[in-house]
């Protein structure tokens, strides 16, 4: 035997770096099906985030949209009191919801029983958006029903939180333009410095700008709370994209985040559940059983 066919036999003797398995014991497909799958499923998640992320582009676009359709609406009809926006009375809230609804096309004003001494006018759901919007009773329990809920409960808050951004924009007579480069709007003015730290900001919820760090995440949300602030009242600072986003660079944090919430409301809540609360955490229980096996 040659010397170092020697030498090689010995130090995988010796040392055990060649385990010899029996016939038995063998997958031989295992170990390359996993990785395989790792492999692909990190590629799914890659693209996967990069659609969350093109969604969260895609959304400050419709919120500028919305915002600058509320605030012509808001300018041109003195009736139109966005303030409302922050009022916790549902009517006065329903009217000012119709109000806009009809001036941006989501709503209009039908009439019923025509013709007769029963006719009345109601303002509904428009024909442009009822089928994203409302479901048949055959369709209230089936998934497509529940979408359609999801989008016009989606819809009623974003519309909610944009009237209150546009209450500051009026507010703090902020000079507003559609940055279609950008996605999103872009905000100058003396109250935009007072507010954010810079005179010009795009609402993108980026708190740094090349080497300037702003004092506040340019956003409708903070918009919204600036808004509050002055009429004594407050609004939830979470806002949907930014959440997505801290969900997307550390997940480990929102998770911590969202549990601590979560049990918070657990333990408000625990001695007084009803039973459609308690299927809700069953559920989520049976699912983090799932995963924590």
């Not at 808001?74 to 119709?98: C, E, W, Y």
């Amino acid at each position: 035997m040659a010397k170092k066919a020697r030498v090689k036999q010995e130090v995988e003797e010796s040392t055990g770096l060649v385990p010899v398995i029996k016939k038995g014991a063998m997958s031989v497909d295992v170990g390359p099906f996993v990785i395989a799958g790792f492999a692909k499923a990190r590629v799914d998640e890659d693209e996967a985030n990069k659609m969350l992320k093109d969604v969260d582009a895609k959304r400050y676009d419709l919120l500028s949209q919305l915002t600058q359709g509320i605030l012509k609406a808001a300018r041109a009809d003195t009736s139109i009191d966005l303030a409302v926006a922050f009022d916790k009375d549902p009517k006065k809230q329903g009217f000012l919801n119709d109000q806009l609804g009809i001036a941006l096309g989501f709503k209009e004003v039908q009439t019923i029983n025509p013709g007769t001494d029963k006719e009345a006018k109601r303002v509904a759901w428009s024909k442009a958006v009822a089928g994203y919007v409302l479901s048949t009773a055959e369709e209230k329990q089936t998934d497509l029903g529940k979408r359609k809920a999801t989008i016009r409960s989606n819809f009623l808050h974003a519309f909610k939180k944009c009237c209150q951004a546009a209450q500051s924009l009026i507010d703090n007579k902020i000079d507003v333009k559609m940055d279609k480069e950008a996605g999103t709007l872009k905000l100058s003015g003396p109250a935009v410095k007072q507010i954010f730290g810079a005179p010009t900001v795009h609402l993108n919820e980026k708190q740094t700008v090349g080497d300037v760090k702003l004092t506040e995440k340019p956003s409708f949300t903070a918009l919204a709370a600036n808004a509050a602030t002055k009429r004594g009242s407050v609004v939830n600072r979470v806002s949907g994209t930014r959440g997505r986003s801290k969900v997307l660079s550390n997940p480990t944090a929102a998770l911590e985040d969202i549990a601590k919430s979560f049990l918070s409301i657990v333990n408000t809540m625990a001695d007084k559940l009803n039973d459609k609360q308690r299927a809700v955490l069953v559920r989520v229980n049976e699912r983090l059983d799932e995963v924590l096996v």
